[in-house]
């Protein structure tokens, strides 16, 4: 009786974290998360630190961090480390990326802005390409 008093249902949870319950069972698939138990109706029940749980993995995602990547965080953290070191490399590498990401899409809207600037009208007579222009 203990456990259900601190334990919460998957349905309040869901509510309280605004996270769909079909979200909440697949993190639990993924090993995300882990129910403390069910009820005798057969529902899953969670210790109440599932909300900080949930909280982190939507944080962690909303700055593009994968599911995979945030399961490794989380077993540091339930192993009783602090998985911050861990974090700070993968964030660096995010933001490496995304530097990579805007050099690669300015170069792109270089090369597109001058084709537009060079554009042609092309006559309308059959072509053996597809467009004149892009050859």
């Not at 996270?19 to 995300?32: A, D, H, N, Q, S």
């Not at 109706?41 to 995602?61: E, W």
């Amino acid at each position: 009786m203990l456990v259900q008093e601190k334990s919460k249902q998957i349905g309040v949870v869901a509510k309280e974290s605004g996270v769909p319950i079909k979200t909440i069972r697949y993190y639990e698939e993924l090993g995300l998360l882990k129910s403390s138990g069910r009820t005798e109706g057969g529902f899953r029940l969670f210790n109440t630190d599932v909300l900080a749980r949930l909280h982190f993995i939507k944080r962690a995602q909303s700055l593009g961090l994968t599911l995979a990547e945030i399961k490794e965080f989380l077993n540091v953290h339930d192993e009783g480390q602090l998985p911050c070191g861990h974090i700070k490399t993968k964030l660096e590498d995010k933001v490496q990326a995304i530097d990579y990401q805007i050099q690669q899409l300015l170069v792109l809207r270089q090369d597109l802005s001058g084709m537009l600037s060079d554009w042609e009208i092309q006559s309308e007579t059959y072509h053996s390409t597809i467009c004149p222009i892009l050859t």
